[in-house]
């Protein structure tokens, strides 16, 4: 294998590849992301550092797809000067919050790092070459070993260091930016085979490290890009019994918790946070992008370690997962073995209703109109779900037939054809999805939650207000650009002079002046003023108490459900 990729860059050093375009980097996250996505089982199949939990290549991927996504919603420009400059740094911002807010896991938020490097070096530079492709790997480096609170060699961390050196040398030798690239894959994949003996518990397993080996796949997958070729890195599986083997090196009975969530603070919070996190576990790694951290550790201490970021802002999709769970039930999947009880997916968009879905215990899949999850996206949810019966809660009606088929294909792969999932059809709008939460009873009779779920969501009638994406002419007369749309039960009711006046026309269609429950979602655009001006609104037209949640939801500045 070795030497296959050295003859890569023996053959491509003769070749004088083009500079890569700023403007390619959406197709470049996007093959990418396929890397990763066509090898997530068989890198979770390697993760044995720092705890066996067999996630790696499942965070690595669900990060790049949250940078992915984050820059689809920024407008592209091939414009030159300061447009170009200003439209690549906003592209820069969006990305690296895209990452640092979906990266999940060690490895997730390592490589949410490199993925920032590499945005923010390019921004405003409308070409990439040799040079700026090393000092992207060599930023990458700096910002990962900065966000790690105790780095360990024979890691990720090792594999993105050889790969900044080679690329370092390849720019000073004047070489173009295909054969540099060439260049780093061979090093790159020399360190990730080095790691087998850098730390006693791959050797032992047999293993080379997972965030390494992934890695080491995202470099082929931006070389592939560059060649046109496939990315061609060997990803075999460990041998029978590594998990066994590994098992007596790794620190699951001393700290059995892994804790992460998010926290809305200044940059400089992410150092003495650091420092603080080390004293109550390991595995820290904390990064931060423009007012937002993502935190990671290790601990037995999991009250302590969340109130060590409450100290310094606001925190917000908080999990916390016990090792010995998260391994067992990976264990029972891979045996084709899932827990019994119910597990719901939810799809749905907004930092506060994904949250508020987790605590009610559903998967969230990041998803909304115009972004919508793949059957894929919802398969790896079902897979890690982990359950014997999943209802997926589609969140849009354009999502309903995604997730019907995903179920389909779900059943027919069940190794023991027990799996059992369905699909709520009326959850389509996030009002619904939440109603179906609130009875979800996760290890309740099977038929009497899903008859629970199905009858709560199908109760719900559902509005929102959501601006016109563009001029039009509509059932509803001439629509300009910008301007609030007042929809209810998947019809536009009317064109606003603003959203307070749509919302108003939202209510009286639905009927909440006979409602028994009202809940108001508020968009992530909605200013305390607007917010509390709805809120009026909608308690004066019911009697019935009005349950508002800040969803952070988008494109729709609000909706509205009443049962």
Known sequence: ????????????????????????????????????????????????????????????????????????????????????????????????????????????????????????????????????????????????????????????????????????????????????????????????????????VLRLAGVVDAGARGFEIVLAGVHGHLTGEQPSVVTDRPPAGAREAAGGCVGIQSQPFEVQYLLDADDEVAAPLRRHLESLGDSVVVVAAGGLLNVHVHTAQVGPCLEAGLAYGRASDIEVVHFGDQISARARRRAGEPSPGVAAIAVLHGTGIAALARAQGAVVVDGRAGALPSVADLLDAVDAAGRESVVLLPGHRNAVPTAQTAAEVARGESATGALRVEVVEAASNPPAVLAALAVLAADGPVEQTLADMRAAAGAVRAGSVVAAVRDADTPVGRVRAGQPLAAAEDRVLAACADSIEALEQVCAALQVADAEVVSLLVGAEVDDAERDAALAGVQAATDAEVEVVDAGLRPARFWIGVE
């Open 1 to 200: 294998m070795l030497a296959s990729v050295e003859r890569e860059v023996d053959r491509v050093s003769e070749q004088r590849g083009a500079p890569l375009a700023a403007r390619e980097l959406p197709e470049l996250l996007e093959r990418v992301h396929r890397a990763l996505a066509d090898r997530r089982e068989l890198l979770d199949d390697l993760n044995v550092f720092p705890v066996p939990d067999g996630d790696t290549g499942t965070n690595m991927t669900l990060t790049v797809r949250s940078g992915l996504d984050a820059l689809g919603s920024v407008p592209v420009t091939a414009a030159g000067g300061r447009r170009a400059r200003r439209a690549g740094q906003e592209a820069a911002r969006a990305v690296t919050r895209g990452v640092v807010r979906g990266a999940r896991g060690n490895s997730g938020v390592i490589l949410s790092q490199v993925v920032r490097a590499v945005v923010e070096v390019i921004a405003g530079h409308r070409e990439v070459d040799a040079g700026l492709y090393a000092e992207a790997l060599a930023r990458a480096r700096d910002l990962a070993y900065e966000a790690v609170a105790e780095p360990v060699e024979g890691t990720m961390l090792t594999a993105i260091s050889a790969a900044a050196d080679a690329a370092r040398r390849a720019a000073e030798h004047d070489r173009d930016l295909v054969s540099t690239s060439a260049a780093v894959c061979a090093a790159t994949a020399l360190a990730v085979e080095a790691t087998r003996e850098q730390l006693e």
